[in-house]
């Protein structure tokens, strides 16, 4: 990855003013009047848009830089390519750094700057890797090309081909510092005035610099989702926690001043969630379609301050793909600037102390689409499309079949929504909303929003907002995915992960009114991907995994904590007790405690990931993904493991019917599956 240079906390409008000629090497142009913002199509929270209906897959990955996707983005990248599901990867930095591409044994002055072949040949280590992640040598020769883009320019294109399988690189090639050493995408995106030249990299078909400015940017990754109609878009962390680290420290760990990930990831998720918001609203204008996308945001340098969630085997397969990335001085790859980016090759990945391929963390993790039953037997789960919440009701009871998804609106969401069903059967959705997602000096703003069910199983009433724990917009950005869950006094109880890394929580009295947010006692940082759940007494239950040990609190008082988890954890609430389920760091087997504390027994359902657990007469059913990624589910003495249908994303949901039970996610084609394992036929 690549070290961070501070920038100054906002650009002096003066300072960025300077001639062509003197920024003809790099990359920064300006203009002495501030550029209007432009008034590009908004958001709509309005429910009742059509949504498309295209049922192909295509996965687009947005990156700050060469590698950022082997490092982030794996392995669930590594599972859609796997299945042949093709793969467009957009690179908006050239990478190029200081231009030196360090050989590990020599000094790093030893090593002459020459940016354009730097970003050649980080450029040639992905072909190498993803020409072997699609079954082939890692030098076959690639197909490079140029791609006319949203308002003319142009940009290189490599395309590999093997079989079904597919993968195109975009290269933007944008720089990753201004002339004055400051961080070129961050600046991008606050002031609206600045401009950015390309890096034209060595050997590249392009030939000419093309200028960015902010608005160029989200308008070419918009044109580019446009094109390619991606089902699945992953990106990186919009919102990194808030991390304080000294100096050496920050420096050492490649952070932004403040915060746990690098600038230009920041800058590049935020980017690619402003071009997300404006595809939906010009392809929604004027009556047309929702595009059908499910998106999924991957922590960044997080990774280094958390517990290592990849048991070896998922983790050996994760760090092969950088070998060939990487590469080696003494290889013959046919690319005269180089064979990789040399100081990530070989097995410096595991060695490197920072730990950043040694853990997969989802920026909104959540337990996949909300999922009740109706009156008739008939499934309805809940999840959010096109950054909007949307319900799919299945076809028939029992059938595994499920009709078109109907637009509930609220959007822009995160992808994760929280669920409560009242006693009276109806359902209430939370939602994360991006309030605001203002680059060029405006507002950026999230907020906790609720959607309540009119009748069960109808219509709902308008979206309402329930503001944010935090004060501020900087603060009310690093906020959680909410988790919520009915009491049987009436009550609903809704918790947030706060700006701080403890819970955040708000009550709904049984008469609708909503009490103040309030914080959760404790000093004890937790991740998200909280857990709530009542017990046979009628008591809440919240669990989250914190740095060393998993927090508890019983109706919002601080319980003894238990051993440590590597991810969210699973709970089930049985007549007699709550019992815990979880991994351990970096391990494979699956951990079973009392939530009272005891000794941790083994579980017998080996894999990686969050597990979900649900109690019925038989004992405890598991939910959750075996060591190759797929879908498995364990019930009484039975394994049983998902090995067709669409490939699934994230974490799937389950449901226990008098049929059995039944696990309900979204696939890569962005629509619902449905899973019966105790019933083939229907799986």
Same mark, same amino acid.
């Given at each position: ?402 009709? +078109? ?5 609220? %959007?822009?969401? =995160?992808?994760? #929504?929280?669920? !409560?069903?009242?006693?009276? *059967?109806? /359902? ?120 060393? +040990? ?5 109706? %919002?008082?601080? =319980?003894?904590? #238990?051993?440590? !988890?590597?991810?969210?954890? *699973?709970? /089930? ?111």
């Amino acid at each position: 990855m690549d070290a961070v240079i501070p920038e100054p906390t906002r650009v002096r409008r003066r300072s960025v003013v300077a001639s062509a000629a003197a920024l003809s090497l790099a990359a920064l142009a300006g203009c002495s009047v501030p550029r209007p913002r432009r008034k590009a199509p908004a958001a709509d929270p309005a429910p009742g848009l059509a949504i498309a209906g295209s049922r192909h897959t295509q996965l687009m990955q947005i990156a700050a830089h060469p590698d950022d996707d082997l490092y982030f983005m794996n392995p669930d990248a590594r599972r859609m390519i796997d299945a042949g599901i093709p793969l467009l990867c957009v690179y908006v930095t050239a990478g190029e750094h200081d231009g030196r591409n360090h050989i590990p044994g020599r000094g790093r002055t030893d090593t002459p700057a020459d940016p354009p072949a730097y970003s050649s040949a980080r450029h040639q280590g992905l072909r190498q890797s993803y020409a072997e992640a699609i079954g082939l040598g890692r030098f076959t020769p690639w197909r490079k090309d140029l791609v006319t883009l949203r308002g003319g320019r142009r940009a290189e294109i490599n395309t590999l081909t093997n079989g079904a399988r597919r993968v195109d690189l975009v290269f933007l090639n944008l720089p990753m510092h201004t002339p004055r050493r400051w961080m070129a995408l961050p600046a991008l995106w606050s002031d609206r005035r600045l401009e950015l030249r390309t890096v034209i990299a060595t050997d590249s078909p392009v030939l000419k610099a093309e200028t960015y400015d902010y608005d160029k940017l989200v308008d070419v990754l918009a044109g580019l989702m446009e094109t390619y109609r991606p089902t699945v878009i992953h990106t990186l962390d919009p919102d990194p926690d808030i991390q304080h680290s000294d100096e050496k420290t920050r420096k050492f760990d490649s952070e932004q001043p403040g915060y746990s990930d690098h600038g230009d990831h920041t800058a590049v998720a935020s980017f690619s969630w402003a071009a997300m918001v404006r595809r939906v609203a010009e392809a929604t204008k004027a009556g047309g379609t929702v595009p059908a996308f499910a998106a999924t945001a991957f922590r960044g340098y997080y990774n280094r301050h958390w517990p290592k969630n990849l048991p070896p085997q998922v983790l050996r397969e994760k760090a092969a793909r950088l070998v060939p990335y990487g590469g080696d001085a003494s290889w013959k790859c046919g690319n005269p600037s180089g064979c990789g980016d040399y100081s990530v090759g070989g097995d410096r990945p595991l060695k490197n102390v920072k730990g950043w391929v040694r853990a997969t963390h989802y920026r909104y993790p959540g337990t996949g689409p909300a999922v009740v039953a109706e009156e008739d037997g008939r499934l309805t789960a809940y999840g959010v499309l096109g950054l909007r919440a949307v319900r799919w009701r299945e076809n028939a009871p029992g059938g595994g079949l499920w009709g +078109e998804p109907e637009d509930l609106g609220g %959007g822009p969401l =995160a992808p994760a #929504l929280g669920s !409560a069903t009242l006693a009276d *059967g109806r /359902v209430l959705l939370f939602g994360l909303r991006f309030a605001a997602l203002g680059g060029h000096g405006g507002p950026n703003r999230r907020e906790i929003v609720l959607l309540e069910q009119r009748s069960p199983g109808g219509p709902f009433l308008a979206w309402k907002g329930l503001d944010n724990p935090e004060r501020g917009d900087d603060r009310g950005r690093r906020i959680g995915v909410p988790v919520a869950v009915a009491a049987p006094d009436g009550r609903v109880h809704l918790f947030v992960r706060n700006a701080d890394k403890g819970v955040s929580t708000r009550v709904r009295r049984a008469d609708g009114s909503w009490e103040r947010w309030r914080t959760l006692p404790g000093d004890e940082e937790v991740q998200d991907g909280l857990r709530a759940l009542v017990d046979g007494r009628g008591r809440v239950h919240l669990f989250a995994a914190g740095r060393e +040990e998993i927090r508890h609190w019983v109706d %919002g008082v601080a =319980a003894a904590p #238990l051993p440590g !988890a590597g991810d969210p954890v *699973g709970a /089930v609430a049985t007549a007699a007790a709550v019992e815990l389920y979880f991994r351990a760091p970096a391990t494979k087997e699956l951990l079973t405690v009392p939530a009272t504390g005891g000794r941790a027994r083994t579980a017998a359902f080996d894999g990686y990931g969050a597990v979900t657990a649900a109690a019925d007469v038989r004992g405890t059913v598991l939910l959750g993904r075996d060591l190759r990624g797929r879908v498995q589910l364990r019930r009484g003495g039975s394994l049983h493991t998902r090995t067709q249908g669409v490939v699934a994303l994230g974490d799937s949901a389950l449901r226990l019917t008098p049929q059995g039970a039944v696990a309900v996610g979204i696939g890569a084609d962005a629509h619902p599956w449905t899973w019966r394992p105790e019933h083939p036929a229907t799986g």
